[in-house]
């Protein structure tokens, strides 16, 4: 699921969500952990630079929030690294002002989700709590630069001449429509006045009928097609 990372969420999990952060600049780090403590349903379990290694005895995160300008290599390849040496968890890239190019790199390392760093404290926070819940956040302000340059490098390697004979029925076509403006599927739901099941249900019949596998996938495909 795509979430606008700026839209409310719904009631979260008991137990707190455990987050580990990658911060270069230890001011900010220390106050982004300070911050996301004061919340009742989120714990930071670790705070480190990208150089330091982990704590041997971090619990698993299930999220881990990344500094997209991290001095010590790639954050690319370190965003890599933290899923690989937690697996199961799910990385959140942070920056100011991201570059298109950049943020097709993360998408396609697997990220699961962006944040801006002049996104308020609730923004993060549903962030991290939706990426947490196995779902894909976006901020809508980055969702068309986003998507564009995927469409972009669709098109570029002929992905969009693949899926040129695909049929899907009026209602599948309304559903990839509002994916592709970054609606989430209670919104799409309330939208075309319909079930999120039903919603849940043509999504996984245009992922099938498209052989994709993701909803930014999806969008990207859709925005390949306009500007055919």
Known sequence: MLTDATSPTPDHAAAPVRVALIEDNRLV???LTALLESLD???VVAGRSSGDSWPADMPSPHVVLIDMGLRQGNSVRIAVRAMADHPGARVVVMD???AAEDLVDFVHAGVSGFIRKD???EELANTIRAVARGEKALPRSMATTLFSQIARDAIARG????HADVR???REREVVNLIAEGLSNKEI???LHIATHTVKSHVRNVMDKLALHTRLQIAAYVHSESRE
Not at 159 to 162: T, W
Request: glycine letters at 10%; hydrophobic letters at 35%; charged letters at 25%.
């Open 189 to 191: 739901a309330s939208r």
């Open 29 to 31: 780090r220390q106050g």
């Open 96 to 98: 100011l002002l991201p």
């Open 41 to 43: 349903d989120i714990t």
């Open 159 to 162: 992905r969009g001449e693949a």
């Open 168 to 170: 899907m029925t009026p």
């Open 119 to 121: 996104a308020t404290l």
